[in-house]
């Protein structure tokens, strides 16, 4: 079955808010995390990355922060804007596994 | 740089039918995964090639899915014979090497009917 997922399947958020979207991983061999954006009949698109030897990433408006002690991974988007509507994935690779595996998604939604 | 291709985008067919899917990966990416993803769910690896050879392919149902990839180009993903649980997009990606930035293409959205 699927060792990552994330905790909450929907987020709304106010324009102009920060928004944070949670995600949980089971396999501590799990090396390498990446998180993925998806629009409408599109496909995912890489947003940031990080590996297992680093606590924070930070990207353009958006900081990842991986908490390995307590298997924990979060993306951190500020003053979201109504184009970071989209549903939003977590993927890990497994040291040694050279594949990615998805957990469900959030959708987030941005309220005007 | 150009992306990943993937066509056809939309396809419509009858349970016990046949479908193909074509990709044609971003150019120099040796690595090729086929993903599907069923409506309101993350994506699921299907199979993933290393140039032309398979690297994973533990959770292609290989009784009606097959895939190929020659000359470590394009691919094509086919299903033969098509039930209901099958409908789904179709997503392929690739990368320069396993484990690295996927990037996908926009998917192949399949129903059976």
């Known amino acids: 079955g699927e060792s990552v997922g994330l905790h909450l399947p929907t987020l709304s958020v106010q324009e102009g808010d920060n928004s944070i979207i949670n995600c949980a991983y089971s396999?501590?061999?799990?090396?390498?995390f990446i998180w993925y954006k998806q629009e409408s009949g599109k496909g995912p698109q890489f947003i940031i990355d990080i590996r297992s030897n680093m606590d924070k990433r930070q990207g353009q408006r958006v900081t990842v922060l991986l908490n390995k002690t307590v298997k924990h991974l979060s993306l951190q988007i500020a003053a979201t804007q109504p184009g970071d509507s989209a549903v939003y994935f977590c993927a890990e690779n497994i040291f040694g596994d050279y594949k990615l595996s998805f957990g469900a998604g959030t959708t987030v939604t941005v309220r005007a | 740089e150009a992306g990943v291709a993937q066509s056809p985008r939309y396809k419509i067919i009858e349970k016990r039918q046949s479908v193909a899917f074509w990709c044609n990966p971003i150019?120099?990416?040796?690595?090729l995964y086929w993903y599907q993803q069923i409506l309101g769910q993350g994506p699921k690896l299907l199979i993933q090639f290393q140039n032309n050879g398979v690297v994973d392919d533990s959770q292609l149902p290989k009784d009606r899915f097959s895939a190929e990839r020659l000359k470590g180009v394009d691919s094509t993903l086919k299903i033969q014979p098509a039930k209901l649980e099958d409908s789904a997009v179709y997503l392929c990606?690739?990368?320069?090497?396993?484990?690295?930035?996927?990037?996908f293409g926009e998917g192949s959205r399949l129903t059976v009917l």
């Open positions: 990606a690739s990368s320069l090497a396993p484990s690295r930035e996927l990037f």
């Open positions: 150019s120099g990416h040796a690595t």
């Open positions: 396999n501590s061999a799990s090396d390498y």
